[in-house]
């Protein structure tokens, strides 16, 4: 993965809880800030997708997208950028560590590069606000099933 941002967030729930709400991905518009859209495009094993086509718009960054997901059962899923519009990369992942008392620490790395011109600073900051608002999003999404 190339120059990434990360930060993690402890969430009421055991992994596999986490994992399902990550993996249900029609329900993102309900609670991912931003996502217009997604559509399960390449169904994989279970409920596990593959490919994923999401509609974003969080200022600046308002494209079309499709990603590929690896799944490592309720560990890790990591994903990449199939195709975009604006987008030239969008690499990132969510990996869980089950805490042992019934709460799961979830980690977001996000690595992405846009077709327009951005200081890498201004990249990284976009990247953080990013992660810190959807680790928040899943954080309530899980705790409130």
């Not at 490919?51 to 499709?66: N, R």
């Not at 869980?96 to 996000?110: A, F, K, S």
């Not at 953080?128 to 608002?133: P, Q, R, S, V």
Request: hydrophobic fraction near 40%; charged fraction near 30%; proline fraction near 4%.
């Amino acid at each position: 993965m190339a120059e990434q941002t990360s930060s993690s967030i402890t969430i009421d729930a055991p992994p596999a809880d986490v994992m399902a709400v990550i993996a249900d991905f029609e329900s993102y518009p309900a609670w991912a800030k931003g996502v217009k859209e997604a559509e399960v495009t390449a169904p994989g094993t279970g409920d596990r997708a593959e490919q994923v086509y999401f509609a974003l718009d969080v200022s600046p960054i308002k494209d079309e997208y499709t990603l590929a997901y690896d799944w490592d059962g309720d560990r890790e899923v990591t994903w990449t950028l199939v195709e975009g519009n604006m987008l030239r990369m969008l690499d990132g992942a969510y990996t869980l560590v089950d805490q042992g008392d019934g709460t799961t620490e979830v980690t977001y790395r996000l690595a992405l590069d846009v077709s327009i011109p951005l200081i890498g600073m201004l990249k990284r900051k976009g990247e953080k606000i990013l992660i810190d608002t959807a680790l928040k999003g899943l954080k309530k999404r899980v705790e409130s099933l």
